[in-house]
């Protein structure tokens, strides 16, 4: 059945994204995640129209990487719901890529380079279907846009801190997704992967790919993304940066870790309050036809 039609059937008129916003890309309607019964995201909505772009800020144990294991399914909600171009979480789940927080891989599995970005495609091939020539060319493609096509064949444990990430960002573009969740790329990675994780986050903007990223970096969030969703367990505010990052919404979310608010130049104390991460967090999503009709539709 083509996908426009199981959205156009599906999709419940709650879903409606209202005027101006165009088709809702991602809802998510009034989550709570807990560990151990401990809320770390309460009462957590927002939406995301196809084609948006917005950084996640709050400081550490705010519930950041939280949010972004929820939006893949690695967490299980107590309460609330997310949909993915109208339906619920695993129907689309190949179209929504996510770049877990450098901290939460085990980058010491021995795997090339090249196996790492061709996951990316497993989403599309069918049950035990080997990676074709469009997957293979789509693999060296991604790579190439990333700069890392002469490392395909090293072992990804032998890689800078850089250059893992990069080749986790030619996976996730492998994948050919439609929703891109980038958790703290810019944490811990030297001056040229921040460079290139900002070229590649506008070419995805003029294919209108909807991003979601989170960083503690307020000057960042604040100069290169249009809108902003401040959160410290719940959402303190969300929209566009100079309306988010004022004075009285950082203090609620910071608190005393806050040291200076002057117009745009935002400095915090990321010192305190940081949790340990735990463990290798890492999936590959699967599904197969949501995505490609839903491409054809692009
Ligand atoms: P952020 O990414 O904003 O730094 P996290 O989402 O990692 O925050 O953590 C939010 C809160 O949840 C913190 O208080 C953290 O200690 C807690 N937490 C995170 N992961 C786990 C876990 N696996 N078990 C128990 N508590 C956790
Ligand atoms: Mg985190």
């Given at each position: 059945m083509?996908?426009?039609?199981?959205?156009?059937?599906?999709?419940?008129k709650a879903?409606?994204p209202g005027?101006g916003?165009?088709?809702?890309r991602?809802?998510v309607?009034?989550i709570t995640v807990?560990?151990e019964?401990?809320?770390?995201?309460?009462?957590?909505s927002?939406?995301?129209?196809r084609g948006?772009r917005a950084?996640v800020?709050?400081p550490?144990g705010?519930?950041k990487?939280t949010?972004?294991?929820?939006?893949?399914?690695l967490?299980?909600l107590?309460?609330?719901?997310?949909l993915?171009?109208?339906?619920?979480?695993g129907a689309?789940?190949?179209?929504?890529?996510y770049?877990p927080?450098?901290e939460n891989?085990d980058w010491?599995?021995?795997?090339?380079?090249?196996?790492?970005?061709?996951m990316g495609r497993f989403g599309h091939?069918?049950?035990?279907?080997?990676?074709?020539k469009r997957?293979?060319?789509l693999?060296?493609?991604?790579?190439?846009?990333?700069g890392?096509e002469?490392?395909?064949?090293?072992s990804?444990n032998e890689l800078?801190?850089?250059?893992q990430?990069?080749?986790?960002l030619?996976r996730?573009?492998?994948?050919?997704?439609?929703?891109?969740?980038?958790d703290e790329?810019?944490?811990g990675?030297?001056?040229?992967?921040?460079?290139?994780?900002?070229?590649?986050?506008?070419?995805?903007?003029?294919?209108?790919?909807?991003?979601l990223?989170?960083?503690h970096?307020?000057n960042?969030a604040?100069?290169r993304?249009?809108?902003?969703?401040l959160l410290?367990?719940?959402?303190?505010a969300?929209?566009?940066?100079a309306?988010?990052?004022r004075e009285?919404?950082?203090?609620?979310?910071f608190?005393?870790?806050l040291?200076?608010?002057?117009?745009?130049?935002?400095?915090?104390?990321?010192?305190?309050?940081g949790?340990?991460?735990?463990?290798?967090?890492e999936r590959?999503h699967?599904?197969?036809?949501?995505?490609?009709d839903e491409?054809?539709r692009?």
């Amino acid at each position: 059945m083509p996908l426009n039609d199981t959205i156009a059937i599906k999709k419940p008129k709650a879903q409606d994204p209202g005027p101006g916003l165009g088709e809702a890309r991602l809802d998510v309607e009034g989550i709570t995640v807990a560990y151990e019964g401990r809320p770390a995201l309460r009462d957590f909505s927002f939406r995301l129209p196809r084609g948006a772009r917005a950084a996640v800020v709050g400081p550490n144990g705010a519930g950041k990487s939280t949010l972004f294991k929820a939006l893949v399914g690695l967490l299980p909600l107590e309460k609330g719901r997310i949909l993915v171009h109208g339906l619920p979480l695993g129907a689309h789940q190949d179209c929504v890529a996510y770049l877990p927080q450098r901290e939460n891989v085990d980058w010491n599995f021995p795997v090339t380079v090249r196996d790492v970005v061709t996951m990316g495609r497993f989403g599309h091939l069918g049950w035990l279907e080997r990676p074709g020539k469009r997957d293979r060319a789509l693999v060296m493609d991604s790579l190439a846009q990333m700069g890392m096509e002469a490392l395909a064949d090293r072992s990804i444990n032998e890689l800078s801190g850089g250059q893992q990430q990069r080749v986790f960002l030619a996976r996730a573009l492998a994948q050919e997704p439609h929703i891109f969740l980038m958790d703290e790329p810019f944490n811990g990675v030297d001056r040229g992967t921040v460079e290139a994780t900002m070229a590649l986050l506008d070419r995805l903007k003029r294919d209108g790919v909807t991003v979601l990223i989170s960083t503690h970096d307020l000057n960042l969030a604040a100069e290169r993304f249009e809108r902003v969703l401040l959160l410290n367990k719940e959402l303190i505010a969300d929209g566009p940066a100079a309306e988010v990052l004022r004075e009285g919404n950082l203090a609620k979310a910071f608190g005393s870790a806050l040291l200076v608010s002057e117009g745009r130049r935002l400095l915090v104390d990321e010192c305190c309050g940081g949790h340990e991460d735990r463990g290798h967090e890492e999936r590959v999503h699967g599904g197969k036809e949501a995505c490609d009709d839903e491409e054809a539709r692009r």
